[in-house]
């Protein structure tokens, strides 16, 4: 028997999930980037393994690994790449493989010191179907503070997504608007995290955004359908998975690469229509 | 003559720690069509970027519309740059980048409309009227990526032309264009200049793509200035031989010009 208390705050934990990632995944995926997901994982685990090695254990977890989160998405948002001369995927590179390195050490440390690392695994490896209503909660706040950015600067984002350079010359202060929202990708994706799990977030943010590019023109529409295509992936895949009794992560992954699939192949109907 | 637009005295610029802009004195005046010209490396584009503001000088002054732009920074060179419409050599490539081409287009309004400010209805009708003007308006509700080169690069005009600048930097506006899109686009700048008589600074490495309203290149070498007139009197048969080799002659006609192979030897 289905039990609604139980696996509603679930299901709505897994729409919002899906609709937030789809949301900001617009523009990461605009931007190629969409490597950030991972990265931004690796280094809250980074932040939540030093948190743990001093002390702090449950959802105190949460504020360290907020801490790293949003040091990495600092840096690649700060840093300028006429500077540097190193590409946003070099940067993501290197910060994946310095917060990988940061986390493995620190869990080694947790071997070394005699202490569990279990609040720390599940923090990254979060599992849908314990989401409750105080998840539901947070991921709402985020999920609002992130909608109500893009909302005030839409039209920045739009600009930089199609070109940093070209938004730079046309006056724009690109480096503190791709900042803020850099900060709050970083803080979405780390509360999500906690709930459903590291590589479903990725699925997420790339799959969704994939396929609105494929079938809608326009950042504003394009955008909605993305945030559709995630919210359906999460609600869909959890729903398949309760019917099957199949893992909900896994489908849900699947929904949504199976929606990418579908949007290419309209794609491509449509151009061989000439529509 | 009008005011100088773009001034440089004892300007020094370094990359890697070689010297790769050293001039003595460079004035732009306003209302003008200007090209800058030089073989690759002599330090067209290191100019256009310091114009900008995003390459720092090592040493001497640059004025540009009557700023110090390397003193510039924050909301102070946001505002300068709202001021210049930049049309970039390299387009984004991205052929699955949603955006339409009113919504590229309305890019260059973006900056000047400020922050936390929704368009008005005036800021699209500029972003529309050049849309219109630079023939865009059948083009206008279908991806950027999914038009050819040609409209792209007409769509990056119409861009910088609806920031409503006081100066138009074109780098290299005909890159990878066919002949017919060369023509059209040589077309429009003369256009735009005639309708608007805005400042225009071309950087380009052919002759042809100056448009008649052009009366004066600016030609560097090795990041100094090797000449600066009329296309005719810097683009002499000794100087094209000196810089690109023997065997090429120009020709000037009805404010046109055009470097063609002699024939046989060429070299």
């Given at each position: 028997?289905?039990?609604?208390?139980?696996?509603l705050?679930v299901m709505v934990g897994g729409t919002l999930a899906g609709a937030s990632s789809g949301l900001l995944g617009t523009f990461i995926v605009g931007?190629?980037?969409p490597?950030?997901g991972?990265?931004?994982?690796?280094?809250?685990?980074?932040?939540?393994?030093?948190?743990?090695?001093?002390?702090?254990?449950?959802?105190?977890?949460?504020?360290?690994?907020?801490?790293?989160?949003?040091?990495?998405?600092?840096?690649?948002?700060?840093?300028?790449?006429?500077?540097?001369?190193?590409?946003?995927?070099?940067?993501?590179?290197?910060?994946?493989?310095?917060?990988?390195?940061?986390?493995?050490?620190?869990?080694?440390?947790?071997?070394?010191?005699?202490?569990?690392?279990?609040?720390?695994?599940?923090?990254?490896?979060?599992?849908l179907?314990?989401?409750?209503?105080?998840?539901v909660?947070?991921m709402l706040?985020s999920a609002g503070g992130l909608a109500a950015y893009i909302v005030?600067?839409f039209?920045?984002l739009r600009?930089?997504m199609?070109?940093?350079?070209?938004?730079?010359?046309?006056?724009?202060?690109?480096?503190?608007?791709?900042?803020?929202?850099?900060?709050l990708v970083?803080?979405v994706l780390?509360?999500n995290?906690?709930t459903v799990?590291?590589?479903m977030i990725y699925s997420l943010i790339s799959n969704p955004a994939a396929a609105a590019f494929q079938v809608v023109k326009g950042c504003r529409r394009t955008m909605l359908v993305s945030a559709g295509f995630g919210a359906a992936s999460g609600l869909g895949g959890f729903l398949i998975s309760?019917?099957?009794?199949?893992?909900s992560g896994?489908v849900i992954v699947l929904v949504s690469s199976a929606l990418l699939a579908l949007a290419a192949i309209i794609r491509?109907a449509r151009?061989?229509?000439?529509? | 003559?009008?005011?100088?637009?773009?001034?440089?005295?004892?300007?020094?610029?370094?990359?890697?720690?070689?010297?790769?802009?050293?001039?003595?004195?460079?004035?732009?005046?306003?209302?003008?069509?200007?090209?800058?010209?030089?073989?690759?490396?002599?330090?067209?584009?290191?100019?256009?970027?310091?114009?900008?503001?995003?390459?720092?000088?090592?040493?001497?002054?640059?004025?540009?519309?009557?700023?110090?732009?390397?003193?510039?920074?924050?909301?102070?060179?946001?505002?300068?740059?709202?001021?210049?419409?930049?049309?970039?050599?390299?387009?984004?490539?991205?052929?699955d980048l949603p955006l339409t081409?009113?919504e590229?287009?309305?890019?260059?309004?973006?900056?000047?409309?400020?922050?936390?400010?929704?368009?008005?209805?005036?800021?699209?009708?500029?972003?529309?009227?050049?849309?219109?003007?630079?023939?865009?308006?059948?083009?206008?509700?279908?991806a950027?990526?999914?038009?050819?080169?040609?409209?792209?690069?007409?769509?990056?005009?119409?861009?910088?032309?609806?920031?409503?600048?006081?100066?138009?930097?074109?780098?290299?506006?005909?890159?990878?264009?066919?002949?017919?899109?060369?023509?059209?686009?040589?077309?429009?700048?003369?256009?735009?200049?005639?309708?608007?008589?805005?400042?225009?600074?071309?950087?380009?490495?052919?002759?042809?793509?100056?448009?008649?309203?052009?009366?004066?290149?600016?030609?560097?070498?090795?990041?100094?200035?090797?000449?600066?007139?009329?296309?005719?009197?810097?683009?002499?048969?000794?100087?094209?031989?000196?810089?690109?080799?023997?065997?090429?002659?120009?020709?000037?006609?009805?404010?046109?010009?055009?470097?063609?192979?002699?024939?046989?030897?060429?070299?």
């Open positions: 028997m289905f039990d609604l208390v139980f696996w705050p931007m190629r980037i490597f950030l991972v990265c931004v994982a690796h280094a809250a685990l980074a932040g939540a393994v030093f948190g743990s090695l001093c002390g702090l254990e449950g959802q105190a977890l949460l504020l360290p690994a907020l801490g790293g989160s949003i040091v990495a998405a600092l840096t690649l948002g700060l840093l300028d790449p006429h500077r540097v001369h190193l590409d946003d995927n070099a940067v993501l590179s290197f910060l994946f493989s310095a917060t990988m390195g940061l986390a493995f050490l620190g869990i080694g440390l947790h071997g070394v010191l005699g202490r569990s690392d279990n609040d720390v695994r599940s923090l990254l490896w979060g599992s179907n314990f989401c409750r209503w105080r998840d909660w947070l706040a005030i600067f039209k920045e600009a930089i199609f070109s940093r350079l070209d938004a730079e010359a046309a006056g724009i202060r690109v480096k503190a608007v791709w900042s803020g929202f850099l900060v970083a803080v780390t509360v995290f906690q799990g590291g590589l309760a019917a099957t009794d199949l893992p896994a491509r151009l061989t229509a000439g529509t | 003559m009008s005011a100088s637009v773009i001034e440089a005295d004892q300007l020094q610029i370094h990359a890697a720690r070689q010297c790769v802009l050293d001039l003595d004195r460079l004035d732009i005046s306003g209302g003008t069509v200007t090209a800058i010209m030089g073989r690759n490396g002599a330090g067209k584009t290191t100019l256009l970027r310091a114009a900008l503001g995003f390459v720092a000088p090592t040493q001497g002054a640059l004025r540009v519309l009557d700023c110090r732009v390397p003193q510039l920074a924050g909301s102070a060179l946001a505002q300068f740059r709202r001021r210049i419409g930049y049309v970039p050599q390299l387009l984004p490539v991205r052929g081409v009113r590229v287009a309305a890019i260059g309004r973006t900056g000047r409309t400020g922050v936390f400010r929704s368009f008005t209805r005036n800021d699209w009708r500029v972003v529309d009227e050049w849309i219109e003007r630079l023939g865009l308006a059948s083009l206008a509700d279908r950027f990526g999914e038009i050819s080169g040609g409209e792209q690069r007409k769509t990056i005009i119409a861009r910088a032309m609806a920031q409503q600048p006081e100066l138009l930097i074109l780098d290299e506006p005909t890159a990878n264009l066919d002949l017919g899109w060369r023509e059209r686009i040589v077309a429009t700048i003369q256009e735009l200049h005639a309708q608007t008589a805005i400042t225009v600074v071309l950087v380009c490495h052919e002759l042809e793509v100056l448009p008649p309203s052009c009366r004066r290149v600016v030609l560097l070498d090795s990041g100094r200035l090797l000449a600066s007139g009329p296309a005719e009197a810097v683009f002499t048969l000794e100087r094209i031989a000196e810089l690109y080799g023997e065997g090429l002659c120009v020709m000037h006609q009805g404010g046109r010009h055009a470097v063609v192979p002699v024939g046989g030897e060429h070299v």
